[in-house]
Each structure stands twice: as C-alpha cells, then as structure tokens.
C-alpha cells in the first residue's frame, strides 16, 4: 500500500505590511490639517428669545419669579430677603396655588447670571414644581 505525502506548506505566519496603510492615514491627516479653518471666539452676543404673542395667556396656578440683574429674587412681586435655594423653594412652596399643577414663569433680567436662574431652577424642583418656562419680551419691545 501506498501512502501519499502531501507537504504541509510553510510554517511562516502571513505578513502584513502596515508601511502603505500609514502613508495614506498620513495624507489624510495632513490633509485635514491644511483645509481646516480654526477661528477665536473671544465673544459671545447673546440675545434674550422674542416672542410675538398676541394676548398673554392669564393661569391661575402660575407662580412668577422674577430674578434682578444683582441676584436678587421675588416671587409674584414679593421680594425674598434671602438669595439661597432652601428659601427659594419655601416660597415657591408657599406660592404655588395649585400645588404640583403650577407653572413657574422665570422672568430673569438680560444681565442676571446663569447661577441665579439655576438656583429657581433646583428651587422649583425641590419645592415640586415640575413646570417651569421662561419669559420672552415682545418683537416690539425687543429694541428698547
């Protein structure tokens, strides 16, 4: 009987060369770098929202905070003695006429910082007050 002897080809691992696929992630990147535009923004303009509306909707479970361009709180025209979220919150609380249904109008000044609307923001969380939008000017009083 016969056996027959087939050679098992090379024991050698397949190579593979990497040189080409790093000369074209090298062009590519080049590439980008050349065609990118890079710009400063040393300012930001930012603009309160306007909002034309025809007649303004009257709720009566709105509770409407306004916030000065100091920091300063008041809740449906009551000015707060204190600036911290704790009391913010109690008044919001207290405020609120239909309990968890109110809506929380923030009517912040253009200056205000950002902190002072975040604290009605957790105030109102707290307090359980779910629905908060912002007020807008009108287009006609947007140039004032």
């Not at 000015?79 to 109110?102: Q, T, W, Y």
Request: charged content about 20%; proline content about 3%.
């Amino acid at each position: 009987m016969r056996r027959m002897h087939f050679s098992h080809g090379s024991k050698e691992e397949p190579e593979i060369n990497l040189i080409p696929f790093i000369d074209v992630l090298l062009v590519v990147l080049i590439f980008l770098m050349l065609s990118t535009t890079y710009s400063k923004f040393t300012e930001m303009q930012l603009r309160l929202p306007v909002a034309d509306v025809d007649a303004q909707r009257d709720y009566p479970k709105e509770v409407i905070v306004g916030v000065s361009a100091d920091g300063r709180y008041s809740i449906n025209k009551t000015v707060l003695p204190e600036r911290s979220v704790e009391a913010v919150a109690e008044a919001l609380g207290a405020a609120a006429n239909g309990g968890k249904d109110s809506v929380v109008i923030i009517s912040a000044d253009a200056s205000t910082a950002h902190q002072s609307v975040i604290t009605v923001m957790e105030a109102a969380r707290r307090a359980g007050l779910m629905q908060i939008t912002f007020a807008t000017q009108s287009a006609a009083g947007a140039g004032r």
